[in-house]
């Protein structure tokens, strides 16, 4: 996330242009709130004296450092059941790559885990999420093609608890998040889940493509609307030069940024660490 070194290689030996440094923060991702946030302090600094690149700098990690968790935010195990993470998002975001990513992050920790083929929709992402669990040695309870997820991820739960599974990892099907249908279908899945308790799934994780820019907020306001979500998994953090969107989203709705994915191996996850995420700020 680079917008920084942008904006005090911008503002460097010249006085600063307060519309400019607005457009170039809401083209950060940062959202118009953090944005305006951002300049009142600064305006406000300014009738001490000149504002430098460096106060605009010092500015914005400030009020960054106020809305993001510091710290990670874990995710531990049950004692005596499964935990459920149901996995959420629109085609084209990483969404199955994230899921198996997730699995090896857990496996690599010790924990056991079982997927879930939910995204029946697509005889590709149930082969994808195969090909992922066997070379992670995990178990994945798949259906035929076009069978009922919700019933599929209920089945799910029955075989992870069965078997002492520490974490059930739900892959559902890509949907526009403008499509009420198949929002409807989302929260059926997560009736059938609480089913087996009342509290699963434990987490609902959107995976959002941080390149998407503001797009990402939208879909996010859409599905937490509609099914309630817990975090993020970011992808291709390592290649936009902004990642504002992250900000913007727990700015605006309050959801925090649980993982993040900075590349195509299994490794490229780890947890968000909001004071990472500010030092790198550069």
């Known amino acids: 996330m680079n917008f920084l070194k942008s904006l005090v290689q911008k503002f460097t030996g010249r006085p600063v242009d307060w519309d400019e440094l607005e457009s170039m923060l809401i083209r950060a991702d940062l959202g118009v709130p953090m944005t305006l946030r951002i300049i009142e302090s600064l305006q406000a600094r300014a009738q001490s004296g000149a504002i ?33 993470l149901l996995i959420v998002g629109v085609n084209g975001t ?3 790559t994230s899921t198996a990513k997730l699995a090896h992050y857990f496996k690599r920790n010790r924990h056991s885990v079982m997927l879930a083929a939910a995204d029946t929709f697509r005889a590709a992402a149930i082969e994808q999420l195969g090909i992922w669990a066997d070379r992670l040695g995990v178990e994945m309870i798949r259906g035929p093609y076009n069978a009922d997820p919700a019933s599929l991820c209920y089945e799910a739960f029955e075989a992870a608890d069965r078997k002492n599974i520490e974490f059930l990892i739900c892959d559902t099907a890509g949907r526009l998040h403008t499509k009420s249908n198949l929002m409807a279908e989302l929260a059926k899945v997560k009736r059938s889940l609480a089913k087996q308790n009342e509290k699963a799934p434990d987490e609902t994780l959107l ?26 998994i970011v992808t291709k953090l390592d290649g936009s030069g902004k990642g504002g969107i992250v900000i913007a989203i727990q700015d605006d709705l309050g959801i925090p940024t649980r993982f993040v994915g900075t590349g195509e191996k299994l490794e490229d996850l780890a947890p968000f660490d909001g004071r990472d995420f500010i030092a790198n700020m550069v």
């Open 52 to 84: 430098t690149a460096a106060d605009i700098s010092e500015v914005a990690r400030e009020e960054i450092a106020r809305i993001l968790p510091m710290a990670p935010l874990p995710i531990m195990p049950h004692p005596a059941r499964p935990k459920v």
């Open 94 to 96: 990483g969404k199955t």
């Open 207 to 232: 995976v959002v493509d941080a390149t998407t820019g503001s797009n990402a907020l939208a879909q996010a306001r859409e599905f937490h609307q509609s099914i309630g979500l817990t975090g993020l």
